[in-house]
Nanobody
Framework: QVQLVESGGGLVQPGGSLRLSCAASGSIFSIGAMDWYRQAPGKERELVAR???????YYAVSAKGRFTISRDNAKNTVYLQMNSLKPEDTAVYYC????????????????WGQGTQVTVSS
């Protein structure tokens, strides 16, 4: 089994910054793409950013130029640096990881974190 634990959410004023972290642990052989999603009240969950195992990145239009996704493979951790935050960034942020394990011959499985609340308000 694999667990993803997010941290770093909170309340921040418009224009402020937050850094989210998501650490994976458990029966992991390797991790492929790692994503950050968010879900605002009354809205569908949406992909914010993705980083692949070879460090290629993708950003939603709403995140481009303000958010930066990164990963530390030695720590099985993905980060989301969020700058110039806006009230419309308010949401629960979830990480997702494509994990192969416990061996190289295992299939891949998508795992989700429990979510961390980000509130942008004055």
């Amino acid at each position: 089994q694999v667990q993803l634990v997010e941290s770093g959410g909170g309340l921040v004023q418009p224009g402020g910054s937050l850094r989210l972290s998501c650490a994976a642990s458990g029966s992991i052989f390797s991790i492929g793409a790692m994503d950050w999603y968010r879900q605002a009240p009354g809205k569908e969950r949406e992909l914010v950013a993705r980083i692949t195992s070879d460090y290629s990145t993708y950003y939603a239009v709403s995140a481009k130029g303000r958010f930066t996704i990164s990963r530390d493979n030695a720590k099985n951790t993905v980060y989301l640096q969020m700058n110039s935050l806006k009230p419309e960034d308010t949401a629960v942020y979830y990480c997702k990881a494509v994990v192969r394990g416990p061996t190289a011959f295992s299939r891949t499985t998508d795992y989700w974190g429990q979510g961390t609340q980000v509130t942008v308000s004055s």
